[in-house]
Antibody, heavy 120, light 107 residues
């Protein structure tokens, strides 16, 4: 199992960016897949999840600005980020959650993270 | 949203010490509580799921307990590689949340 994020970088406030997370060793559509971020020197913040059935959920801090999606043919997870703010600056991780225990969802595999810096 | 509050935010301990970290949920979350360990520059690592289920390969000196709103992570005898930041995470609601973290430092 491997998760490899890409797409991070320096972006101006108000701009847009799309992160990718290429998965190998398993099928993304068979798991709940999330984005978790960590601002410099701060704790972990769950950002969004896409269920195996396609439902999506977002933290209040990003709802309406970020969109999670996946491409089953490429086995890749995405995070489209728009109207970016300085407070969105963070390392963004993608993470996998097994679904075989209803209600109990944990992150068993993580990517290495990609840094997004929102600054003028 | 369900708020997760960890205490303490940081602690200093010596090798061999018993360390207890607590995590409190703003409402009952049954046992839908997981614990992670993170060292600087690395992705978090899952230690315990379902409040008390130790993940494969995690040393037995780690243990978890609790249900409802109050949970604990115990390290029975702190080892040098255990100096890290620990996070709890709930999946009871559709909006998952982490605690703010507890940094375990060398005394």
């Amino acid at each position: 199992v491997q998760l490899v994020e890409s797409g991070g970088g320096l972006i101006q406030p108000g701009g847009s960016l799309r992160l990718s997370c290429a998965a190998s060793g398993f099928t993304v559509s068979g798991y709940y897949m999330s984005w978790v971020r960590q601002a410099p020197g701060k704790g972990l913040e769950w950002v969004s999840v896409i269920y195996s059935g396609g439902s999506t959920y977002y933290a209040d801090s990003v709802k309406g600005r970020f969109t999670i999606s996946r491409d089953n043919s490429k086995n890749t997870l995405y995070l489209q980020m728009s109207s970016l703010r300085a407070e969105d600056t963070a390392v963004y991780y993608c993470a996998r959650s097994p679904t075989w225990n209803y209600g109990l969802y944990y992150f068993d595999y993580w990517g290495q993270g990609t840094l997004v810096t929102v600054s003028s | 949203d369900i708020q997760m509050t960890q205490s303490p935010s940081s602690l200093s301990a010596s090798v061999g010490d018993r360390v207890i970290i607590t995590c409190r949920a703003s409402q009952s979350i049954s046992n839908y509580l997981n614990w992670y360990q993170q060292t600087p520059g690395k992705a978090p690592k899952l230690l315990i799921s379902a409040a008390s289920s130790l993940q494969s390969g995690v040393p037995s000196r780690f243990s978890g307990s609790g249900s409802g709103t109050d949970f604990t992570l115990t390290i029975s005898s702190l080892q040098p590689e255990d100096f890290a930041t620990y996070y709890c995470q709930q999946s009871y609601s559709t909006l998952w949340t982490f605690g703010q973290g507890t940094k375990v430092e060398i005394k």
